[in-house]
């Protein structure tokens, strides 16, 4: 038993620092610049930016100009360039002040900012991003970046014909400016064919520990996981309901244990009937799940009170979890909350 009475976060920087290796690896030569937004994917920027730097990253990206400041600050001295995916958008000072580079996203923002940029090119995600004829147009008014930049929009699907497409639309955009280094794959387009490597890649979510292709992948290890204390063990009679409406009736007389954790530490309550806690050295099924509490149906073998319950980690992997709550491994994370007591190993 521990001294701990809720649940509790453990973020493992050596597993982090294992997916970079097998990243980088992956990454055939081209940079490898992690993508730290929401505060490092809910797992902490400080702890997670530092570490990667110390495996060699220089390169980061945030989505907000708050994260970028959030950022430097946690980078003290250390030497490094922060690209901000809003692009130059609110009070330009900002990005001076926390010497922060612009990923401009429209051609007024190319007129506001003339400092060092990036430039995102829309290549058929319909999300943001120039034109390539608004790219070719800044190309030919000799505006030169630091950087092209693409996003895809089908990258987990390998098979998908819009990722050739996009693909090939990135090409001409880039033959507009000669020498400019590029970048187009994130976690999955890293997978897709050494094509979409370029000069740099951006990976996020397979950082922490998410397949690329939204199936775990036994190359990476989990860098989250989140374990509670049983509190509570009863005996339900068959027709007994656990927790509020009929979010669970027991079919039959059965035992289940009652961990502390639940949706306000951040494991998503849709997850319910679909997705298991380790205990034991066994998985057992999740029946409910409550904003405080998480019940597991314990019938089988052995379970007792104080005995840690994994609700995410290296039994109960992040891509399962996401597919049991219908979601994707990207929002598991973010949502991972701060009353969860959070540990860093490494
Ligand atoms: C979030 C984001 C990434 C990282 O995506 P992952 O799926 O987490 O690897 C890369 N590029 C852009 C433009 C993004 O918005």
Redesign the pocket.
């Known amino acids: 038993m521990t001294a701990e009475t809720g649940a509790r976060l453990t973020i493992d920087l050596g597993a982090l620092a294992h997916n970079h290796a097998v990243l980088l690896k992956q990454a055939q030569g081209a940079e490898l610049a992690p993508?730290v937004?929401a505060d490092g994917y809910g797992l902490g920027v400080g702890p997670v930016a530092r570490r990667l730097h110390e495996s060699g990253a220089r390169t980061f990206?945030v989505?907000r100009v708050a994260e970028g400041e959030a950022l430097r600050r946690e980078l003290g001295g250390r030497e490094a360039r922060i690209y901000v995916?809003d692009g130059a958008v609110g009070d330009l000072a900002r990005f001076e002040a926390a010497k922060l580079t612009p990923v401009l996203t429209s051609a007024e923002q190319a007129k506001r900012w003339t400092g060092p940029c990036a430039l995102?090119v829309d290549t058929g995600m319909n999300r943001i991003g120039v034109s390539i004829e608004e790219a070719e147009t800044l190309a030919h008014s000799g505006r030169r970046p630091d950087l092209i930049?693409s996003?895809l929009g089908r990258a987990a699907e390998p098979d998908h014909p819009r990722n050739a497409s996009q693909l090939e639309r990135f090409r001409q955009a880039i033959a507009a400016f000669p020498g400019v280094p590029a970048s187009l794959a994130?976690?999955?387009g890293m997978h897709l064919s050494p094509d979409y490597l370029f000069d740099q890649v951006?990976?996020?979510?397979?950082l922490y520990g998410g397949g690329p292709l939204e199936v775990s992948d036994a190359r990476l290890r989990a860098v989250a996981t989140l374990t509670a204390p049983i509190l509570q063990i009863r005996d339900l009679r068959a027709g007994e309901a656990v927790g509020y409406g009929a979010m669970f009736t027991a079919p039959a007389p059965m035992r289940i244990a009652l961990a502390a954790a639940g949706y306000a530490d951040g494991v998503l309550r849709t997850a319910h009937g679909k997705t298991s806690g380790f205990v034991g050295g066994q998985r057992r099924a999740v029946v409910a799940i409550t904003m405080d509490l998480i019940a597991l149906d314990v019938s089988e073998g052995q379970a007792a009170l104080g005995d840690e319950v994994e609700f995410l980690g290296p039994n109960i992997q992040l891509d399962d979890l996401a597919a049991a709550a219908g979601s994707v491994a990207?929002e598991c994370l973010v949502r991972l909350s701060a009353r969860a007591e959070r540990i860093y190993l490494g």
């Open positions: 993508v937004k990206y989505a995916f995102h930049l996003h994130a976690s999955a951006r990976p996020g979510i397979s990207h």
